[in-house]
């Protein structure tokens, strides 16, 4: 650590020189928008950049099915054990394997993205952009297969829009 | 006459009629296989065990060539790599590559050898030949003929060692297939090995179906409690959940194989479980601490004295449960009522399957424990009772209802003063218990089980107790404690230690001695 000279020993006229800082940026954010950093979250939607890791949602295939097929490599390389799926036999033979339940906690979850990352059939997405859950209860925050599909959303993200982007 | 050769540049003296696959694997040295089986004819057709041979021109199969003197043999040279490069290219050229919906992902030998020999991109571009999908080949065994490498080990085995023949291979050339003989299923009860040799996922298990991920799996050795063969298993599980049970090899017992009954064992392990002590109050079973379960039993043993109390034992239990047991009615309780019944024999077969369906009734006897009663002989203990000489009945282990009837126990439980039931799992006729003790399963602790041959066998804790169940032996060491005799025990390997000082057969063993194998104690040792 550098030894403080005469004048940073003082004190006092750094302290000013700091107040000046922050009364600067204070009259920036007051009059004028401009070089704002401040953002009116939540009247104004937050930026998020596309590779943002947002809450987890499970992709279709084309005929509305899911396209998980229960491989667990997600739940495997979860390093957070938040993914639990509960696999089972499809009635037609050429799929043979489906998701029965396919729940994330998303309270466990560290958002790290390994289960994109790791999914074969590009079942699972982190693009939602959606960075704000809340829920009254802990139990909400166990995402269940048809929430994290979009059955139960608002249609812009069942649609695989991402609301916010 | 052993023969003298080389592999790899080691000298290796092998039997006279060992094959070179065999030679090397018991030099520790693993050619890669899969339709060889060391408990199966040689079929050698899967072409996977390829090797280079001093002074022949081609690549000999190793698992059908016999050793000669002075061999020299080289199972990593680059023709040989080349060699397997181009089986494995073969035999993943129809192959569906569905890893990730496979059961067999994780312990199959496609994807292990390929991660060594594999060819990484491939030359296919053809149409890859479609085969059937989900073919139910009886209750337990799914098939699939997009994964077969059609190695014929199940097929061998139905002919060879299950003895049943009901698989064959039909068509030629790329429709070949392995099926079922017009209307046969594959159902014998051994059927469920054939999942377990399959060295790629074409067979999976119906039960062990989807229902999680094989690496996700833990292991570890026991001994299967199904029947007196006392086959050698390892329990796969994961979280305190036990997901199937696999034969392990023990050449003295069951060599590679397990009957499907005691593959579908473990689901007591699971399921039906009493997970806490309970005492009857109010009309029925209320949850209460160890500490009340046992004041209540230990009231009732102390008011009656030791001629009043009754034991009826099934050879469940450990070498370390019954010693202390024979301990306990001996010099704690003093009774002389004390059976030990197996319950009704079942079937057996000239294999493996045996008639008495106790991992332990031999032990028992070798503990110090009462030879075992028939059905009839339970008579003069349900004769006792109805007369009013046993006030305490103490079953441990065993189904009174069915060995008694459902009315009798149903009469005790209002005649008896105290009916005190210990088990792992709740079946009918317990809900009459006045004291209900849980005790812990096969899977939950460490024992030791004689099987009819007497080879003592070690079983482990693959986990903690479900709930507040408890070793059996502890249970005894409490219930001893509670009634004025400390016992000194703390785990089971120093309950054996006790039972090798006092029984000459069991002399000198420690669990180090009995090993993974087990140690046979039929004679003076």
Known sequence: MQPLTFWQKLYIPEILRGMAVTTRHFMVNLLGRRHTVTQQYPEEPTQVSERYRGRHRLMRKEDGAPRCTACMLCATSCPALCIHIQGGAHPDPTVEKYPVSFTIDELRCVFCGLCVEACPCDAIRMDTGIFALAAYKRENFLYPRNLLLGDDMPTNIAEGKAPNL | ?525
């Open chain 2, 1 to 525: 006459m052993a023969k003298k050769l080389t592999i790899d540049g080691k000298e290796i003296t092998a039997r006279d009629d060992a094959t070179i696959i065999q030679a090397a694997h018991e030099a520790g040295i693993a050619i890669p296989h899969y339709c060889y089986h060391p408990k199966l004819s040689i079929a050698g057709n899967c072409r996977m065990c390829l090797v280079e041979l001093e002074g022949r021109p081609k690549l000999e199969i190793s698992c059908n060539t016999p050793v000669v003197d002075n061999m020299v043999v080289l199972t990593n040279s680059p023709r040989v790599i080349e060699g397997r490069r181009g089986v494995l290219e073969f035999l993943l050229i129809n192959h569906p590559l569905d890893c990730p919906i496979c059961d067999q992902a994780g312990e199959c030998g496609l994807q292990d050898y390929y991660m060594q020999y594999g060819l990484y991109h491939s030359r296919f571009q053809e149409e890859k030949v479609h085969g059937r999908k989900v073919v139910d080949f009886g209750p337990d065994v799914v098939f699939d003929s997009e994964r077969c490498i059609l190695c014929t080990r199940c097929v061998r085995f139905c002919k060879e060692i299950s003895q049943t023949d009901e698989l064959g291979i039909f068509e030629r050339g790329d429709t070949a297939q392995i099926a079922t003989f017009p209307g046969k299923q594959l159902d014998n009860p051994y059927a469920g090995n054939t999942v377990d040799i399959c060295p790629v996922g074409a067979l999976t298990s119906k039960d062990f179906r989807f229902k999680i991920r094989v690496w996700f799996l833990q292991e570890t050795k026991s001994i299967c409690p199904g029947c007196a063969r006392g086959c050698n298993i390892n329990i796969h599980h994961h979280n305190g959940q036990v997901y199937r049970l696999k034969p392990r090899q023990n050449d003295a017992v069951n060599e590679t194989w397990i009957c499907d009954a005691g593959r579908f064992g473990y689901k007591s392990i699971n399921e039906t479980r009493v997970l806490h002590p309970q005492i009857q109050q109010d009309g029925a079973l209320q949850h209460v601490s160890w500490q009340v379960a046992l004041e209540h039993a230990v009231e009732a043993l102390q008011r009656h004295g030791g001629a009043a109390v009754g034991l009826v034992i099934a050879p469940q239990g450990t070498n370390e449960d019954h010693y202390l047991l024979a301990k306990l009615a001996s010099e704690v309780l003093a009774t002389p009522h004390l059976v030990l019944y197996p319950g009704v024999l079942g079937d057996e077969d000239d294999f493996l399957i045996r008639a008495d369906k106790n991992p332990n009734t031999r032990g028992a006897q070798d503990m110090g424990l009462p030879a075992p009663v028939t059905t009839t002989q339970l008579a003069a203990m349900a004769q006792a009772i109805d007369q009013g000489t046993i006030k305490v009945l103490y079953a441990i282990g065993a189904n009174l209802a069915a060995a008694f009837g459902p009315e009798t126990v149903l009469r005790w439980a209002t005649q008896l003063d105290c009916l005190i039931v210990q088990t792992s799992n709740m079946v009918s006729g317990h809900e009459q218990a006045h004291v209900l003790l849980p005790s812990a399963t096969y899977a939950e602790r460490d024992g030791t089980f004689t099987n009819f041959q007497g080879r003592l066998q070690r079983i482990n804790a693959a986990f903690a107790p479900r709930g507040e169940a408890l070793p059996a032996w502890q249970i005894y060491t409490r219930l001893a404690s509670s009634l004025g005799h400390d016992w000194p025990y703390v785990s089971a390997e120093g309950v054996l230690h006790d039972i090798a000082a006092a029984t000459p057969r069991y002399a000198g063993l420690s669990y180090a001695k009995i090993g993974d194998l087990g140690y046979p104690v039929t004679h003076e040792s």
